[in-house]
T-cell receptor, first 114, second 111 residues
Framework: NAGVTQTPKFRVLKTGQSMTLLCAQD?????MYWYRQDPGMGLRLIHY???????AKGEVPDGYNVSRLKKQNFLLGLESAAPSQTSVYFC?????????????FGAGTRLSVL | TQLLKQSPQFLSIQEGENLTVYCNSS?????LQWYRQEPGEGPVLLVT?????EVKKLKRLTFQFGDARKDSSLHITAAQTGDTGLYLC???????????FGAGTRLFVKA
């Protein structure tokens, strides 16, 4: 039972390079999320999706784009990486349950932008 | 803007001691979750509380949701080294699908 799988686990980029972070869930969840986690700041929502083909901006969306072409996959793209995007990125998924939003997280992607 | 403030930010104790960590907000939440995160891993759900005043126990961990559903506490009895980790509280709103996370309390239990 894989749950939420993120790839890659680690990546080092140079400023201006682009990359895509992959997230896959096998729990048939409707909702999926991308967060970044920085020391002392907790988890901040970047983008989220409430279903296949839909995406929306979260708290810190600038510099990121997302796509959800299939229900089980949620992709996070960085078109032109900046040092400020150095962080640990977490993907999460959640079943539909009004008012009780239990999230299941992947193991994270540690990204360094030099 | 809903905010969840956790205190303390960092706690270092000896094995066998008791501790309480807090999660406070000025906003009302329909539910509140506690997660634990270990190094190199994603957060894992410990408990969800829904009703104001609700108390849930998970072995040596006791979780309480405030009567007004604005705050919560996590009490650990006789802490063990395996309790070491980052404890995050998270609040959900009625009809919403977004969750607000606190910055976390980092607990270190020494043998």
């Amino acid at each position: 039972n894989a749950g939420v799988t993120q790839t890659p686990k680690f990546r080092v980029l140079k400023t201006g390079q682009s990359m895509t972070l992959l997230c896959a869930q096998d729990m048939n969840h409707e909702y999926m999320y991308w967060y970044r986690q920085d020391p002392g700041m907790g988890l901040r929502l970047i983008h989220y999706s409430v279903g296949e083909g839909t995406t929306a901006k979260g708290e810190v969306p600038d510099g990121y784009n997302v796509s959800r072409l299939k229900k089980q996959n949620f992709l996070l793209g960085l078109e032109s990486a900046a040092p400020s995007q150095t962080s640990v990125y977490f993907c999460a998924s959640s079943p539909i349950r009004t008012g009780i939003n239990i999230q299941y997280f992947g193991a994270g992607t540690r990204l360094s932008v030099l | 803007t809903q905010l969840l403030k956790q205190s303390p930010q960092f706690l270092s104790i000896q094995e066998g001691e008791n501790l309480t960590v807090y999660c406070n907000s000025s906003s009302v939440f329909s539910s509140l979750q506690w997660y634990r995160q270990e190094p190199g891993e994603g957060p894992v759900l410990l408990v969800t509380v829904v009703t104001g005043g609700e108390v849930k126990k998970l072995k040596r961990l006791t979780f309480q949701f405030g009567d007004a559903r604005k705050d919560s506490s996590l009490h650990i009895t006789a802490a063990q080294t395996g309790d070491t980790g980052l404890y995050l509280c998270a609040g959900g709103s009625t009809g919403g699908f977004k969750t607000i996370f606190g910055a976390g309390t980092r607990l270190f239990v020494k043998a």
